[in-house]
C-alpha cells in the first residue's frame, strides 16, 4: 500500500487551473520532495490532502483512505505543518498541544508531548502564551501539532521558511529520525539544497502540472554534466579538446565532463601535447542546476 | 467523544480567560440598563398585573443579555479563526461534522447561562422576579441561547471579515432583541407593530422566559416554545450543512 496516491487530481479556482491531473504515489518510509516554484501548486495539493481543500477532479487517499469519503481515518493518518504561521493567541504552548491530541481523540498524551517538545527545544517555553513565542518558536510548536497524533505520514509545507539555522537542524534530525523509525515524510521547501541532502524521491511541479517524479539519483542524474575547471601551468587549450571548452575563467579552462572515465582520455591527451597540469576542480551539478534548467525548459 | 469535549472545553477556556470582557463586561451593561429604566418608568409602567416593571425588567434583560452573549461567542470564535487562520487547527484533526457542530454551540450556551446567571444575581439588589415555573425558565434559557449560538455560527461561518459580523449583529440581532418585549410588554405597542412582533422569534423567546416567572405572558407559552423549538431545528439544519459543505471554511 502507498502511504499517499493522487489520482488524476485536480483543482479549478474559477477558470484558473490550479492542478491539472495530477497522478502519482508516496511509497511507505518515503522521505519525499515536492518542488516548484511559487504558485505551482504545492500547496493546493496538500490542502487537497489534508481535506482543507476539495479536488475538482480525482481521489486522493492517505494510508488507503480516502481523504473525502473516509475523511476521519485520512485525518488520523496524516500530521501536516502548514505553510503560514497561524497560532491561537488564547493559549500557551502545552494547552494548545493538549487541545491538538484531545481533537485526535487521545487522552493523557502527556509523556509524547513532553518528547516533542524536548526534541524541538520547546521545553522552556511549554507554559509560555503563544502570543509571546518569537516566529522561529511558534514554527516550532506548529512541526508539534503536528506530530501529536504519531502520524504515519508527516507532510511540512515549507517548514524551514524564516527559520535559523539551528531550528533547521534541530527540525532535521529529529524528521529524519521519524523517518528512519519509519513515518512516511513529504516536504516542500525552497532551500533545494535541503531536498538534496534529506530525500529519496523528488517530484517536481510547474503550473499545476508535474514535471517529474524520480528517485534523487536520476533525477541528479538527468542536469547538466560534470564541468572540470583545469589549470595548466603554461601553455593553450589543446586544439584536439576544443569541442569540450565552454570558456576560460579564472586562468583556467572549464569544460564539460560527460563522466569520470572521460577524464583518462583528456589528461592523456594534455600529456602528449606536452602540457603540465597544475589544477584540476570537478563540479557536480547540484539541484538547485537541475531545478532551474527544468523551470526553464 | 474526546474530539468533542476538547473542543467544548477549548471553547469555554477561550472566553473564561478573557472573562472581563465576555462574562463582567455583559453583566454591567444589563445592571445599566436595569438602573436607568427602571428608575425613570418604574412609576409609569406596569405591563403586568401585580409585578413591579423592575421585576418585569429583569427576565428581558437576562433573555438579551443570554441571547447576545451567545451569538458573540459563536461567531467571534469562527470568524477570530478564519482571519487569522487557526482554524487550521480544528479542521485537519478528525472531528466529526455533529462534533464541530455541538461542541461549538453547547460553549456558547454555557457563556450564555453564566452571562444570563451573573445578570439574575446582581439583578437581586434592586428585586426579585418570582419563580412560578423554573422548568420554563431553564427550557426558554437553554433553547434561546442554543438559537443564538447556532445564528452566530452561521454568521460567523459565512462573514470573510470582522466588518461583515458587525453589520449581522448590529442590523440584524440587535434590532431583533431591542424590538422583542424586553423593555416593554407588547400589548402597550399600536396594533400595527404588535402584528410585527409576532414574526421576531426573539418575542418569544423572551414572552415565554418571563411566563415561567409570573405565570403570565403575552401569547401562549405552549405556541412560543413551538416557534422557538422549530427555529432552532430550522437554523441547527441550516448550520450543519454549511458545515457539512466546508461553506467558505474549506475551499
Redesign the interface.
Known amino acids: 500500500m502507498s502511504a499517499i496516491t493522487f489520482d488524476h487530481v485536480s483543482k479549478q479556482?474559477g477558470d484558473f487551473t490550479a492542478l491539472n491531473d495530477i497522478s502519482f504515489r508516496v511509497e511507505e518510509g518515503d522521505f519525499f520532495a515536492l518542488l516548484g516554484p511559487n504558485g505551482a501548486g504545492k500547496t493546493t495539493l496538500i490542502?487537497i490532502l489534508?481535506?482543507?481543500?476539495?479536488a475538482s477532479q480525482g481521489h486522493t487517499r492517505v494510508m488507503g483512505y480516502d481523504v473525502s469519503s473516509d475523511?476521519?481515518?485520512a485525518?488520523?493518518a496524516v500530521g501536516?505543518v502548514?505553510q503560514?504561521l497561524?497560532?491561537?493567541?488564547?493559549?500557551t504552548v502545552r494547552?494548545t498541544l493538549?487541545?491538538?491530541?484531545?481533537?485526535?481523540?487521545?487522552?493523557n498524551n502527556g509523556a509524547w508531548i513532553d518528547d516533542i517538545l524536548e526534541n524541538l527545544g520547546l521545553t522552556s517555553k511549554a507554559d509560555a502564551n503563544m502570543r509571546t513565542l518569537s516566529g522561529g518558536m511558534k514554527r516550532r510548536v506548529m512541526v508539534a501539532?503536528?506530530l501529536v497524533?504519531k502520524p504515519p505520514v508527516i507532510v511540512l509545507d515549507e517548514p524551514t521558511a524564516g527559520v535559523d539555522v539551528e531550528l533547521r537542524q534541530t527540525l532535521w534530525a529529529f524528521i529524519r529520525s521519524l523517518n528512519q523509525a519509519g513515518h512516511t515524510i513529504v516536504l516542500t521547501t525552497h532551500y533545494l539544497e535541503e531536498a538534496q541532502t534529506l530525500c529519496n524521491r523528488i517530484a517536481m511541479l510547474k503550473q499545476g502540472r508535474l514535471l517529474a517524479l524520480e528517485n534523487k539519483e536520476q533525477i541528479m542524474s538527468r542536469g547538466a554534466a560534470r564541468t572540470a575547471l583545469i589549470k595548466l601551468t603554461t601553455g593553450q587549450w589543446p586544439a584536439a579538446l576544443q569541442s569540450l571548452l565552454l570558456r576560460e575563467r579564472d586562468n583556467g579552462f572549464e569544460i564539460k565532463l560527460a563522466d569520470c572515465n572521460a577524464l583518462e582520455h583528456i589528461l592523456m591527451t594534455l600529456r602528449q601535447a606536452g602540457l603540465t597540469l597544475k589544477d584540476i576542480e570537478i563540479a557536480q551539478a547540484d539541484l538547485e542546476d537541475i531545478f532551474v534548467q527544468m523551470m526553464s525548459a | 467523544m474526546t474530539g468533542f469535549y476538547t473542543l467544548f472545553y477549548k471553547e469555554i477556556l477561550r472566553f473564561w480567560k478573557v472573562g472581563f470582557q465576555t462574562v463582567a463586561a455583559p453583566i454591567l451593561t444589563a445592571l445599566m440598563y436595569l438602573l436607568v429604566f427602571s428608575q425613570v418608568l418604574a412609576d409609569r409602567v406596569q405591563p403586568l398585573a401585580g409585578v413591579s416593571y423592575t421585576a418585569f425588567l429583569i427576565p428581558g434583560l437576562m433573555m438579551m443579555s443570554m441571547l447576545q452573549n451567545a451569538f458573540a461567542n459563536t461567531s467571534s470564535s469562527i470568524i477570530q479563526s478564519k482571519v487569522t487562520g487557526s482554524m487550521v487547527f480544528v479542521l485537519l484533526p478528525p472531528l466529526s461534522h455533529f462534533e464541530f457542530f455541538s461542541a461549538y454551540t453547547l460553549a456558547a450556551i454555557v457563556r450564555g447561562l453564566v452571562v444570563g446567571l451573573g445578570v439574575s444575581l446582581t439583578a437581586l439588589i434592586f428585586d426579585m422576579p418570582s419563580l412560578k415555573y423554573p422548568l420554563w425558565i431553564l427550557i426558554f434559557a437553554l433553547l434561546g441561547c442554543g438559537i443564538m449560538a447556532v445564528l452566530g455560527m452561521i454568521a460567523g461561518i459565512w462573514a470573510e471579515k470582522f466588518d461583515q459580523l458587525a453589520a449581522f449583529q448590529n442590523f440584524l440581532i440587535m434590532p431583533l432583541t431591542f424590538l422583542s418585549g424586553v423593555f416593554y410588554s407588547i400589548h402597550s405597542l399600536p396594533p400595527f407593530w404588535q402584528q410585527v412582533s409576532h414574526f421576531n422569534p426573539v418575542f418569544y423567546m423572551i414572552d415565554g422566559f418571563r411566563y415561567g416567572f409570573f405565570g403570565q405572558s403575552d401569547v401562549n407559552p405552549w405556541l412560543s416554545l413551538s416557534v422557538v423549538g422549530f427555529s432552532l431545528l430550522i437554523l441547527a439544519a441550516m448550520a450543519f450543512s454549511l458545515i457539512k459543505s466546508g461553506y467558505k471554511i474549506r475551499r
Open positions: 479556482f490542502s489534508a481535506g482543507l481543500s476539495k475523511y476521519r481515518q485525518r488520523r501536516i502548514p503560514e497561524v497560532f491561537d493567541p488564547f493559549f494547552e493538549r487541545f491538538q491530541s484531545g481533537y485526535f481523540g487521545l487522552k501539532q503536528a497524533h
